[in-house]
């Protein structure tokens, strides 16, 4: 995968992807069925990462007392 398709993903998972972009990443995953099975799992891999960061909470007071000390 090059550069500019790495670029473009990223920017599709952020919703900031213009309309080149999308069109330039749906021929590239068009071209080869491996290619839209490494969209798919960094998808995934995405998805999991945004569900984990949802579900981590921190009691910044908590720790803000900690250093405090």
Not at 27 to 32: F, G, I, M, N, V
Request: no cysteine; aromatic share 10%; net charge negative.
């Amino acid at each position: 995968m090059d550069d500019q398709i790495t670029d473009i993903i990223a920017r599709k998972f952020q919703g900031t992807a213009s309309q080149q972009d999308l069109t330039i990443l749906q021929q590239w995953l068009e071209k080869a069925a491996a290619n839209r099975q490494e969209y798919e799992q960094l998808e995934q891999i995405w998805n999991k990462g945004a569900e984990l960061f949802q579900s981590t909470s921190f009691n910044t007071n908590a720790a803000w007392e900690k250093v405090d000390e």
